[in-house]
């Protein structure tokens, strides 16, 4: 892992700053021509677990563009673990949060390139099987469910989905004990869409991309509790050998474009 040197410090801004240049500013352009040329070398990024169907399409479309780059498999998790990993230590030259909380230590570490940008927004619903066996039309319908022995799960506090729902279930005065808490949103999905749990609480776009295997309940909380996605290219510290900064702004820029909100959008997200 490489130590960062006045040079490359220097260099870092000087990237940074044409990446302000490349990327317009209202998130258009066209992503597949890189401002940066013929790009090379490889690409790492670590993403929150809600944004899997999205990124698994925009990094297909960005390893289409660029031939020449090695786009390797994204790593999705929770958010905090993400970052924990990226402070130990961890290398990648992407980061992309579903919350800017978890950002923050990532910045602190001096660990960012630049300053994150929000390129994306979401909200939660209740999951359930389809049809909505136990009727679950409310957080309070939620609640009772889990009083009365039903299985519902949520995510761990310190991630973005359990963060979001504690702030949901306190706007609406309504205390629930879930049946476990798990790790990332992913997990909660799987476990209504497996059987395992009769409701959870997930990102609209978790509900959208399980199709006909679950129904999503919207419910009024969930409107005043917005998660916003901030993206960053990290810095010398955490980027491997043969991993370029103008690489993984080019990333970025994609996923700033109307090329990369359009996807986004398609897979439930909203405009930040």
Not at 191 to 201: C, F
Request: charged share 20%; hydrophobic share 45%; aromatic share 4%.
């Amino acid at each position: 892992m490489k130590r960062t040197t006045p040079a490359t410090l220097a260099l870092a801004a000087l990237l940074a700053l044409a990446g302000c240049s490349s990327s317009n500013e209202a998130g258009t352009g066209s992503p597949s021509t890189s401002a940066w040329g013929d790009l090379t070398g490889q690409l790492t990024i670590f993403a929150a677990a809600s944004l899997q169907p999205a990124f698994d399409e925009l990094t297909a479309t960005f390893a289409a563009a660029h031939p020449d780059v090695t786009v390797n498999p994204v790593t999705y998790d929770g958010s905090s673990t993400l970052a924990t990993q990226l402070v130990e230590g961890g290398s990648a030259d992407v980061f992309a949060s579903a919350d800017e909380k978890n950002m923050k230590p990532v910045v602190d570490a001096g660990l960012t390139a630049a300053t994150p940008e929000v390129f994306t927004t979401n909200t939660l619903q209740i999951v359930v099987a389809p049809g909505n066996p136990k009727k679950v039309t409310s957080l309070a319908d939620l609640a009772t469910l889990s009083a009365d022995g039903g299985i519902v799960v949520l995510c761990a506090a310190e991630v973005p989905c359990g963060s979001a729902s504690q702030q949901v279930l306190d706007a609406a005065k309504v205390e629930l004990k879930p049946a476990s808490e798990e790790q990332n949103v992913r997990a909660v999905l799987t476990k209504v869409v497996s059987g395992e749990a009769d409701a959870g609480l997930v990102y609209r776009t978790d509900v959208l991309k399980a199709g006909d295997d679950v129904e999503g309940v919207d419910f009024a909380e969930a409107a005043g509790v917005v998660n916003r996605y901030p993206i960053a290219v990290l810095s010398d510290d955490s980027r491997d050998a043969g991993h370029e900064a103008a690489t993984a702004q080019a990333f970025v820029d994609l996923v700033l474009s109307d090329e990369g909100q359009k996807v986004l959008a398609t897979k439930g997200f909203t405009a930040p």
